[in-house]
């Protein structure tokens, strides 16, 4: 089965020349951490976007000659939480085009989150979210997580 996706842990601080050899399907990393050191084509084999954390030291808008982008969704402070013909919606903001998986469930330790969108935020910045099930339900919790 193809990979499309990794989360490397703020532990890795070093990339490795081939460690992406035959990533063919590779289209995001995101590194938890500060940037790390990267040899001569240790992507190459890979054309995966980069994303990285607020407040990680060190990157730049490329690492090893891939794009790497702020990874950053969070509500947007001037945008209404509003109900639409019943259903709740409320709007992202973060670096254009960053993936994100908005998710819901009716209490925060649920072991179930079922997922609302997994999209791009626009290339202006902002996802609106709508959460149809919101009609049925007294309260929900959202969060957003890596795709």
Known sequence: TPVFSVILP????????????????????LFTGDAPSVAANALAGSAATV???????????????RPALLW?????????????NGVFSFTLTGTALIPVDVQAAP?????AWSSLTNALI??????????????????????CVWP
């Open 10 to 29: 703020a532990s890795v601080t070093r990339i490795e020349a081939g460690a992406f050899d035959g990533a063919d399907a590779l289209q995001r990393i």
């Open 51 to 65: 994303y990285y954390l607020p407040g990680m030291e060190g990157w730049s808008d490329s690492l090893g000659g």
């Open 72 to 84: 950053n969704p969070a509500p947007d402070p001037d945008a209404a939480l509003a109900f639409q």
């Open 107 to 111: 209490e925060l330790s649920s072991a």
């Open 122 to 143: 626009g290339a202006d910045g902002t996802l609106r979210v709508s959460d149809p099930a919101s009609p049925a339900n007294t309260r929900r919790f959202y969060r």
